[in-house]
Nanobody, 130 residues
Framework: QVQLVESGGGLVQPGGSLRLSCVAS????????VGWFRQGSGKEREGVSC????????YYEDSVKGRFTVSRDDAKGTVFLQMNSLKPEDTAVYYC???????????????????????WGQGTQVNVSS
């Protein structure tokens, strides 16, 4: 079955850390760029970060730059999002999504548009609260 499954969410205090995982099954992740998105309660879904298919480019939205790190292990079909120095405004459901091709999420002018991504996970809840 072709699917993405996120895990690693939970409740953390401000300033804390979480590591999200996105496991792909039913297809080889190697040729796919992977994006991370989030949706807070009552808010629109927004892009957070993405990593290109050959791990040659990584992109971060300004709101998470310097705090979040995206990485991938294609041998395990897994992409990670390490989230440090978490803030209450990071509270959201976090989703990973894939798009096929080596040109996605590359270059200096990445636009992280969820409309380009074709396969989505079910999401994992992250709550940052004291």
């Amino acid at each position: 079955q072709v699917q993405l499954v996120e895990s690693g969410g939970g409740l953390v205090q401000p300033g804390g850390s979480l590591r999200l995982s996105c496991v792909a099954s039913g297809f080889p992740l190697d040729y796919y760029a992977v994006g991370w998105f989030r949706q807070g309660s009552g808010k629109e879904r927004e892009g957070v970060s993405c990593i290109s298919s050959r791990d040659s480019w990584r992109y971060y939205e300004d709101s998470v730059k310097g705090r979040f790190t995206v990485s991938r292990d294609d041998a395990k079909g897994t992409v990670f999002l390490q989230m440090n120095s978490l803030k209450p405004e990071d509270t959201a459901v976090y989703y990973c999504a894939t798009v096929y091709g080596t040109s996605w999420c590359t270059g200096p002018n990445v636009v992280l548009n969820d409309q380009h991504f074709t396969l989505w996970g079910q999401g994992t809840q992250v709550n940052v609260s004291s």
